[in-house]
RNA sequence: GGAGUAAGUCAGAUAAUCGCUGGUAUUGAAGAAAUACGAGAGGAAAGUCCGGGCUCCACAGAGCAGGGUGCCAGCUAACGGCUGGUGGAGGUAACUCUAAGGAAAGUGCAACAGAAAGAUACCGCCUGAAAAGGUAAGGAUGGAAAGGCAGGGUAAGAGCCUACCAGAGAUAUGGAGACAUAUCUGCUAUGUAAACCCCACCUGGAGCAACACUGGAAAAAGAACACAUGGGCUGCUCGUCAGUUCUUUUUCACAAAACGUGGCUUGAGGCAUAUGGCGACAUAUGUCCUAGAUAAAUGAUUAUCAAAUACAGAACCCGGCUUAUAGAUUUGCUCUAUAU
RNA sequence: GCGGGUAUAGUUCAAUGGUAGAAUGCGGUGCUUCCGACCCCGAGAUGUGGGUUCGAUUCCCAUUACCCGCU
């Protein structure tokens, strides 16, 4: 799994790219010319604490390796978390079933599968 | 058995599958990558309230201003921390709390009430014909009223005298000291220094986003140059250092705010034993190596253990303080009930 | 990570250690045929917890929330 880390990679993504969104979560998209996914994540501070952030964080990224392989290739890809979110009410079960929602709503995922 | 008090310990474990970040070894020209082995968040990692290391500014200068600390002795690299004691406050007790120098160097403040707020006594009491004088027992106010209270004494009164209590000074004894005890003198000095202040001691500034190293080109404009200007932490005054560059803009290229590499984890380190000390702690010997990320690593699923749930995530490092915290558990001590 | 600041009525702001005040908003009364404007009256607050002081919005300590700067 690649990850985002410049700056300027998370804004072109976010100026230019495509959003689609659930109850928690919001993703932005942008089709590039490359063999591979990258993902970002982003939690505002307004959420929680550190360990609460991190928490989500580990969630949202576990929840994109485990369906990374039903996925078309060639996007940059950002997950962020709604600021109206409540860290005590969500699961593992729960980000996976919001964050498949949304990728299928940005018609990344490849398009023989459920 | 109940109630309490003090000091600690732990902070889910084990197994399986998938996955993450460093390290070592092997394969690989190297990088990338792969395989194997082993490691991988806290008691507060938090708040940033103190102190120190480290780096740069002149290895760090002078004076004033400013800031901090404040019973005594010790411990420590240092501290506003800790240990042991002294005084005071609370508790039946175990024990706990305590910013606790100076108000007799000076200044300020003490609203309202009250005659009066450390000072010219309003009413009153006594002497006296009056003028005037002597007084502070009693009176209302107030947080605080001329040491308190009782007796003697007196014209009326008053430490004027006496006992007890409280405060001040002197002397003696004990103690390293804070201070304690005893005796004598003598009756005045209110409170506030977390008001200014005085005294004693400490204090240069900035912070790893510090700092160092490597890495492109071209053009234009402006400023200042040796008794001058700008810079070297903040306020001022001095002193001193470096000695020619500095600032801005544009174009191309670009990891480009270089988001690169180092700094980065072996350290005032941990554990065990012995010795010294009431203790904090110190010394000696042996032994161990235990995160180092940079859009930032610990997660997901399943099973078992009655249950798996608190506060909470390292970001240069260390010593403290403060605050948050489910549950489990150990030891010492105190009071109380019942039985023997 | 480092440094700094703020918190007072529903809202915007004042207040030397001595009764917390103003504007606006809110409620009621009057005026008006009714509403508005105007007049009168009223309720309403020192972020939280301790300490110093006779007395704290003010001084000291801790804590919570929010904001700003460095990069």
């Not at 010319?33 to 970002?40: A, C, L, P």
């Not at 505002?44 to 929840?63: D, H, M, P, T």
């Not at 369906?67 to 979110?85: A, C, D, R, T």
């Amino acid at each position: 799994m690649l990850t985002l880390k410049k700056s300027s990679e998370f804004q072109d993504v976010f100026k230019s790219g495509k959003w689609s969104s659930s109850d928690t979560l919001v993703i932005y998209s942008k089709k590039i010319n490359s063999e591979v996914n990258k993902v970002g994540v982003a939690v505002s501070k307004k959420i929680g604490k550190s360990v609460v952030r991190n928490r989500l964080k580990r969630l949202a990224r576990e929840a994109y390796r485990l369906n990374e392989e039903k996925l078309q290739k060639g996007f940059n890809i950002v997950i962020v978390y709604k600021n109206s979110v409540n860290p005590e009410e969500l699961n593992f079960e729960k980000v996976e079933k919001e964050l498949c929602k949304c990728l299928k709503k940005a018609g990344i995922f490849k398009e023989n599968v459920d």
